[in-house]
């Protein structure tokens, strides 16, 4: 199982995703889940004890990827924007 903290971020103006809290999910990290892929992939985890639902990875074009982080997820872990989490 692969651990880590992060900051929750939200997009300012972007197209489709403008208001999205997300986390950065990084390249290394994104590997380790499922080598190779540069497409959205599904997930299962936790953010803090909250479990992560109904969600997956999208590509963010350089390696990277984000994991929106939907109303459930933001009431189930009492955590806002700029708060770090345990993923």
């Not at 809290?21 to 994104?30: E, G, H, Q, R, Y």
């Not at 939907?70 to 708060?83: E, H, Y």
């Amino acid at each position: 199982m692969i651990t880590f903290r992060t900051k929750i971020q939200r997009f300012g103006k972007k197209g489709e995703k403008t208001g999205w809290s997300f986390i950065v999910i990084s390249k290394t990290i994104a590997d380790q889940l499922n080598p190779g892929v540069k497409k959205s992939f599904r997930i299962k985890g936790k953010l803090d004890n909250h479990p992560i639902s109904r969600t997956a990875l999208l590509p963010m074009g350089d390696g990277k990827f984000i994991l929106p982080i939907n109303a459930s997820m933001r009431k189930g872990t009492g955590k806002k924007d700029g708060d770090t989490i345990t993923v």
